[in-house]
């Protein structure tokens, strides 16, 4: 892991107003974010990291897909 790439990061993450405290541990591939909802989003800080020039994975789940009709024939 990279001292200067988690700095990196944490002072991109930081500078999204509304931040409160962030944590990357590049070890996991994490970063933690404390923010305040009226004032930030996620998206700002995928985008904060991207333009940082990293990647960007959000494990977050999907928003769930009504399920699919299926069509009982036998």
Known sequence: TCGACVRRLERALGAVDGVVSRRVN???NRAHVTYDPVRAAPGAFIAAVREAGYD???P???PSEPPA???SER
Do not use: I
Request: no cysteine; net charge negative; aromatic share 8%.
């Open 26 to 28: 590049l070890a996991t």
């Open 56 to 58: 960007v994975f959000d």
């Open 60 to 62: 977050s789940p999907a």
């Open 69 to 71: 009709e299926r069509s």
